[in-house]
C-alpha cells in the first residue's frame, strides 16, 4: 500500500470523527507516523479485528470498523436466506466501544439484516449466549479484551456461538478486501434503526436466562454442605463483569462480597491499572490490598470483557497467593472430576478439551478421572467448536471442562466461549467446599504437585511494531523450523510438532511445539491480535527449585533466537 497516497485520501474522505480527522492533521509532517498508521489493513482473521484506536487503516477507528461490517454483512448475504439474517451486538467498557456497536449495527441495517443489541455494556460470553438464545446468523463484540486502553476490537461470532471458524473468516475477508472503505460501505443511522424496529434492544430475559444456566453449573448435590459465607474481594478492573458476577454470586448464595470500590465503574482508560489483565500482577496489587485490610478469604478479578478471571488467596501465613491460569484451571478440573464422580454425575464417556499451550499436567489429572482430553490450537473458540461438534453427535453433556492458560474457563455448553461469570461461580463453590473441610486451595494444589509431579507453566512475549516487527516474526519462526533443534536447555527434543503442517485433523496454524525428555515442553506462535510471539514453556520436575532451574535454562536458550539482531 502506498501509505502517501492512502493518506491524502482519508484527510479527503475520512469524515464522521473529530478524533480521526484531528489525528489525521496532527501526522501531516510526520512521514514514519504515517506509514504505521497506512503502511497496511487491520489484519482480520478468525479473532475478527484488534489494533491501536486512531486514525488509518492499521487503526480501529468508525471506517476500519464499518467496512468490517459490510464485509461481515455481505458474507452473511450469500450464506443465509433472509430469513435467519440476524446479528447480535454487544460491547465493552473501551474508549469508542459504543460507538463502533452503533456504527456496526448502522451499516448491518443498511444491507438489509436485522440487528439485536444489548442496551447495555455486556461481557463476551453473553453476546456468545444471546447469539444462540435469538437464533442469529451471527454476533459481534466490541472488545480488546484484556489489552492496554489504547486498543480496541471487533470479535466475530458465528450462528453456533464461537468464534468464526477459519474458513469463515478467509471467506468474511475476502468480502472486505473487495471493498473500498468509503465507496463501498452502506450505511444507516442507529436511532433510525430502532425507530423503524430493524435494530431491537435485546429483553432482559435473555440476560435473566444466562444468569441462570451459569447458576446451574454448580456441582453440588444437596447433601453437600459448605460455608457460603466466605469473605471474597471482587474487581471487575473497570469493565463489563460487576452486574452479572455480582447477580450470579448473591443469587447463588455468596453474600459476603467486597468490590474495590476504585475499579467498580466503567472505564475505558483503565486508570488505576493500566494493563486490565488478571494475569499481570499490578492489575490485581489494589484488589489484595483491599483482601489484607478486610482479611478476606478469596480475591475475584475479570477482564474488561469478563471472559477471563484471576484469583489470589490466602496463604496459612496470612499473605495472599496469585494463582495461575494454569493453577487455577488444574484445580477446577480436578474438583469437577471428583463431584461429579461423588454425586453419580460424571457422563459415561467424559471429555475434557484444553489447547495445547495449556499445562499437559492437566491432561494427566483427567487421565487420573477416566477422562478422554482433547488437544486443541490456541483460542477458545477451537474448544466451542470440539464442544459443537460432541452436539451433533449428540454427546453435548459429555463435555464436563475446558480451560486455556490464559485465564479462560468453562464447565457448560450454554455458551461457546470462555466465561468468567462461570468461573465466577465455580470458584467460590470450590473454594467454600475445601474451606468448610478446612482444606487450603495452596495445600489442594501442593497435593496435586505430589501426586502428578511439580509443575512449572511460563509465557514470554517479545513485541515487534510495525512493518519491520513483522517482517522480523517471520524471520524467528523460520529459523526454529530450519535449525531441527536437537537439544533446548540441555533436554533432549524429542519431537517437533508443526502445526502449519496440520496436525490430529486441526487447522493449520503458525505454532511450533517441542517435546522435550522429562514431561517438559516449549511452544512457539505469533499473537493472533498483537505484534507479539509468544513463547510458552512447560517443565515437570521432583520439587520446586529443580523445575525452577529447568525453567531458567529452557528461557536462556531460546532468548538467543528471540534477541538476534539479524
Known amino acids: 500500500m502506498d501509505y502517501q497516497k492512502e493518506y491524502e485520501r482519508w484527510c479527503e474522505l475520512a469524515k464522521g470523527d473529530s478524533d480521526v480527522e484531528n489525528e489525521l492533521a496532527v501526522m501531516a509532517g510526520d512521514s514514519a507516523r504515517k506509514e504505521d498508521a497506512f503502511y497496511r489493513n487491520l489484519a482480520f482473521g478468525t479473532g475478527g479485528l484488534r489494533g491501536v484506536i486512531g486514525a488509518g487503516t492499521n487503526r480501529m477507528n468508525i471506517h476500519t470498523v464499518a467496512k468490517a461490517s459490510q464485509g461481515l454483512a455481505d458474507y452473511v448475504i450469500n450464506?443465509?436466506?433472509?430469513?435467519?439474517r440476524k446479528i447480535a451486538v454487544s460491547y465493552d467498557s473501551r474508549i469508542k466501544s459504543d460507538v463502533?456497536?452503533?456504527?456496526?449495527?448502522g451499516v448491518f441495517v443498511a444491507?438489509?439484516?436485522?440487528?439485536?443489541?444489548?442496551?447495555?455494556?455486556?461481557?463476551?460470553p453473553c453476546l456468545s449466549y444471546a447469539v444462540r438464545r435469538l437464533k442469529c446468523c451471527a454476533g459481534i463484540m466490541i472488545t480488546a479484551s484484556h489489552n492496554p486502553s489504547k486498543y480496541n476490537g471487533y470479535k466475530v461470532y458465528g450462528a453456533d456461538g464461537c468464534q468464526i471458524t477459519?474458513?469463515?473468516a478467509e471467506m468474511i475477508l475476502e468480502e472486505i478486501e473487495k471493498l473500498d472503505?468509503?465507496?463501498?460501505v452502506k450505511t444507516s443511522d442507529f436511532a433510525d434503526g430502532l425507530s423503524n424496529g430493524r435494530i431491537a434492544y435485546i429483553s432482559s430475559d435473555v440476560y435473566t436466562d444466562f444468569v441462570e444456566e451459569v447458576r446451574q453449573q454448580s456441582v453440588l448435590s444437596a447433601n453437600d454442605t459448605i460455608d457460603r459465607n466466605v469473605a471474597i474481594v471482587f474487581s471487575p478492573l473497570h469493565g463489563t463483569g460487576l452486574k452479572p458476577v455480582l447477580r450470579t454470586l448473591q443469587e447463588s448464595g455468596y453474600t459476603n462480597i467486597t468490590v474495590v470500590r476504585e475499579q467498580e465503574e466503567p472505564d475505558g482508560?483503565?486508570?488505576?491499572?493500566p494493563y486490565p489483565n488478571p494475569e499481570v500482577r499490578e492489575a490485581m496489587s489494589l484488589g489484595i490490598a483491599y483482601a489484607r485490610k478486610g482479611n478476606a478469604d478469596l480475591l475475584l478479578a475479570t477482564d474488561p470483557d469478563c471472559d477471563r478471571i484471576g484469583i489470589a488467596v490466602k496463604t496459612a501465613e496470612g499473605d495472599y497467593q496469585l494463582l495461575s491460569g494454569n493453577e487455577t484451571g488444574m484445580l477446577l478440573l480436578d474438583y469437577l472430576c471428583t463431584k461429579r464422580i461423588e454425586n453419580g454425575t460424571m457422563p459415561k464417556e467424559p471429555v475434557f478439551i484444553k489447547t495445547i499451550v495449556t499445562t499437559d499436567m492437566a491432561q494427566r489429572i483427567a487421565d487420573n478421572y477416566g477422562v478422554k482430553t482433547i488437544n486443541v490450537l490456541t483460542g477458545f473458540k477451537f474448544i466451542g467448536e470440539q464442544i459443537g461438534l460432541l452436539e451433533k453427535q449428540g454427546k453435548e453433556k459429555c463435555f464436563i471442562f475446558g480451560m486455556e492458560e490464559s485465564y479462560g474457563y468453562l464447565s457448560g455448553s450454554y455458551v461457546r466461549d470462555k466465561d468468567a461469570v462461570n468461573g465466577a461461580l465455580l470458584i467460590c463453590e470450590m473454594f467454600a467446599y475445601y474451606k468448610t473441610r478446612g482444606i487450603r486451595l495452596t495445600d489442594k494444589l501442593e497435593k496435586?504437585?505430589?501426586?502428578?509431579?511439580?509443575c512449572i507453566n511460563t509465557l514470554y512475549s517479545y513485541e515487534f511494531e510495525g512493518s519491520s516487527g513483522f517482517a522480523k516474526m517471520q524471520s524467528i519462526m523460520k529459523a526454529f523450523r530450519d535449525n531441527h533443534l536437537s537439544v533446548i536447555g540441555g533436554r533432549k527434543v524429542k519431537e517437533m510438532l508443526d502445526y502449519a503442517k496440520g496436525i490430529d485433523g486441526l487447522p493449520k496454524s503458525d505454532v511450533l511445539k517441542f517435546l522435550l525428555d522429562g514431561n517438559c515442553s516449549v511452544v512457539v506462535r505469533p499473537s493472533g491480535t498483537e505484534p507479539k510471539l509468544k513463547l510458552y514453556l512447560s517443565v515437570t520436575a521432583n520439587h520446586k527449585n529443580e523445575a525452577e532451574q529447568q525453567e531458567k535454562e529452557l528461557i536462556q536458550a531460546m532468548n538467543q533466537y528471540f534477541q538476534r539482531k539479524d
Open 111 to 124: 444491507n438489509g439484516i436485522q440487528v439485536a443489541v444489548y442496551p447495555e455494556l455486556m461481557p463476551t
Open 448 to 454: 496435586l504437585y505430589q501426586k502428578y509431579g511439580y
Open 166 to 168: 477459519t474458513q469463515a
Open 269 to 273: 482508560y483503565f486508570t488505576t491499572c
Open 100 to 105: 463502533f456497536a452503533k456504527v456496526a449495527s
Open 181 to 184: 472503505i468509503f465507496a463501498d
Open 79 to 84: 450464506n443465509f436466506p433472509e430469513n435467519q
